[in-house]
């Protein structure tokens, strides 16, 4: 099948190394200069609400997705119109609004932090009334990588906040979680669902720094609740593809905090850690073909490569460690690739985690996995 992807950037590329072998073709929609993905795809360059782009993406593929929930909302309606746009255009909707994200899971019984929104400072009290101090302080739209968020300890800290970032914001109450986990779920066009492992992640930053699956601690009973609720937002959105569901780990709880309606960082482990990588099965999904059952055979981390490259032949010595970049331009705070961990027991996972982590410029204190 021809694939079209709205984004080249290293999901995108990932996507189409994991389709090819599947038998698809992709054509990705790209206005920044030599893309990711553009090793692996015909690359169609143009802004992702460029008509002529949009026009030339539909013309080369049969059913089109995304690396990204920002897609322009007319953008998706005109691809929706001519072909299958998958997940749904309603899925990115509601995944470009923190604040519809929020509604929609407490309209769907999942739990979240208490929050309101934020549109000036005549709003300030009544959400500091609501969340508590400290409060956490997002725009709603269009944040990403703890970019657009600020933490406020006071009632003070929370109007400055809100002169800085403007209207359009969501207050929520700072989460003192124990750990933060995130779920990845598939759907298939034809109704099948996979779900991966929960996985344990550490932000530093706002960003995405290690990644540990099976999430160390793990019980059946907290995973079968993660897919619970994936389950409900899957159905509720009528989606098709991967879903990444982000949580917060409290006192056993589990707390929604956002959604990503696409293949996500948090699970590019399963491109070494499971026999069916998340980007293997979001094609799967989209292109109408049955899904894998991931089976994971053992611990995995994931470590991503923000900034600056470490020497890859340093890395590719390790054993169980497995380098993947993006061919793209060393930037601070980019991220520019990962490494991925495999290893028989957690414990090796660990010390191979703890080797690669040397390797890694500037990269400051490890954030060890809670119990391995
Ligand atoms: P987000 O963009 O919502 O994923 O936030 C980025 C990171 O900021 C999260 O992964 C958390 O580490 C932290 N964070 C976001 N919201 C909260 C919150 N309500 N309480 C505590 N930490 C948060």
């Known amino acids: ?133 400290p409060a956490v302080i997002k725009t709603r739209r269009l944040g990403y990588d703890g970019k657009g968020q600020v933490v406020a300890r006071s009632r003070g800290e929370v109007e400055a906040a809100v002169e800085r970032l403007g209207a359009g914001l969501i207050a929520e109450s700072f989460v003192a979680f124990d750990k933060e986990l995130s779920v990845l779920a598939a759907a298939g066009r034809e109704g099948g669902r996979a779900f991966y492992p929960l996985t344990e992640n550490h932000h530093r930053e706002g960003i995405l720094r290690v990644s540990y699956a099976p999430a160390p601690g793990l019980t059946p009973s907290l995973q079968s609740e993660a897919e619970r609720l994936a389950g409900l937002v899957l159905d509720r959105l009528d989606y098709v593809g991967v879903l990444a569901i982000e949580l917060f780990e409290v006192g056993g709880r589990l707390l929604a905090n956002e959604m990503a309606p696409r293949v996500h960082n948090s699970g590019h482990w399963t491109l070494d850690g499971a026999d069916a990588s998340q980007f293997e099965n979001h094609i799967r999904a989209v292109t109408g073909m049955p899904l894998a059952t991931p089976r994971v055979p053992g611990p995995a981390a994931m470590v991503n490569i923000i900034g600056e490259l470490p020497d890859p032949g340093a890395v590719a010595a390790i054993p169980g460690a497995h380098l993947h970049l993006y061919d793209k331009a060393p930037r601070p705070g980019r991220k520019i690739g990962h490494i991925n961990v495999t290893g028989p027991d ?12 040397e390797l890694l410029p500037g990269a400051g204190e490890l954030p060890r996995a809670t119990g391995w």
């Open 1 to 133: 099948m021809r694939v079209g992807v709205l984004g080249g950037g290293q999901l995108a590329r990932m996507l189409a190394l994991e389709g090819i072998p599947l038998g698809h073709r992709f054509t990705v929609l790209e206005g920044a200069p030599d893309p990711p993905a553009g090793v692996a795809s015909t690359v169609v360059a143009a802004a992702y609400d460029d008509p002529d782009g949009l026009a030339a993406v539909a013309a080369a593929a049969d059913v089109v997705t995304y690396e990204f929930e920002n897609v322009p909302a007319g953008s998706a309606a005109y691809l929706a119109a001519r072909l299958p746009a998958l997940p749904p255009p309603g899925a990115l909707q509601v995944a470009q609004d923190r604040l519809a994200e929020k509604r929609m899971f407490c309209e769907l019984g999942i739990p979240t932090a208490p929050f309101h929104p934020v549109d000036g400072p005549e709003d300030v009290d009544e959400a500091v009334a609501v969340t508590g101090l």
């Open 346 to 357: 957690e414990a090796t996972v660990m010390r191979t985690v703890a080797r690669v982590w």
